[in-house]
Every structure is written in C-alpha cells, then in structure tokens.
C-alpha cells in the first residue's frame, strides 16, 4: 500500500533536492526526525523519529527529480520523495510504502507535518535565512 502526499514549494527542484539528501541537516528541518546515526560508513543510516527508529539500508535517486529510501526491521518499506516544477513552484511529493493499512492511514498525518517542514525550511533559506539560525519547532507552531 502506499500512501501519498504533495505540497506546493516555490524553490528550484535543486535547491529542494539537496536538502533531501543532506543527512546532515535532516535534523535541522524534518519536525519528525531527532537524531540521525551512520550505522555503517555511507551504507546504513539509523533516525530517531517520533515515528520510532527507522533503518535505513539502501536509497536510489535521480538528481533534482527525487529520492527513495529502502528501509529495514520497520512497519515501512520505504519512503521517498518526487519533485516536479510546475512554473515558479515544486510540486512536492511525500510518499511510504507499507504492507499495513492501518500504519499507513497514520503516516497521513506525519507525511503533511513533513512536508510542511520541509516547506518551511526551504521558505526559510529562499528568503535569505541563515540555516543556523532556523528552528523547525518554532516554525511549526505558527502554522
């Protein structure tokens, strides 16, 4: 089953792109995600999420156009994103792949938390923001 969401971002598919494959900052705009771990150099990723640990063992991506992750021992299969420039905006889409139904109906709601985030921090940047001086739960409670 999968499950998908889309938000409207007015960005570049590059500039959106590069923050969802920086491991570094996922931290830094994803509300969902506190802390990110290399389990095995450049192969295998760990996240602390309020969704619970997520492992990630294998992606695939197609620059500026999107990202999938393959995820291990999690009620999700995996997840990924798809960018589509649509005039000045990104059409961005979230989306899971799981075999429970009942799991999927709940990552509705994170998925358009995520996005939102993921909104909000390129919105951020776009408008000249300082990365370091972003606040993801800050943002998050205005919306």
């Not at 991506?61 to 999938?68: D, H, K, L, R, Y």
């Not at 905006?89 to 358009?112: F, H, R």
Request: hydrophobic share 35%; aromatic share 8%; glycine share 6%.
């Amino acid at each position: 089953m999968r499950m998908e969401k889309k938000i409207e971002i007015k960005s570049s598919p590059k500039r959106i792109y590069d923050i969802l494959i920086d491991a570094e900052i996922i931290t830094k705009w994803n509300i969902g995600v506190d802390e990110i771990t290399e389990k095995e150099e450049g192969q295998k990723f760990l996240l602390k999420s309020s969704v619970g640990d997520i492992l990630i063992v294998d992606w695939e991506q197609v620059e500026n156009e999107s990202a999938t992750w393959h995820l291990k021992d999690n009620i999700m299969n995996s997840i990924g994103y798809i960018l589509e420039p649509k005039g000045d905006v990104v059409e961005t889409t979230l989306w899971v792949d799981s075999d429970n139904e009942k799991a999927i109906k709940g990552y509705e709601k994170v998925g358009e938390l995520t996005l939102k985030a993921l909104k909000n921090y390129v919105d951020f940047l776009e408008e000249g923001g300082d990365p370091e001086d972003f606040d993801k739960k800050q943002l998050m409670v205005s919306m």
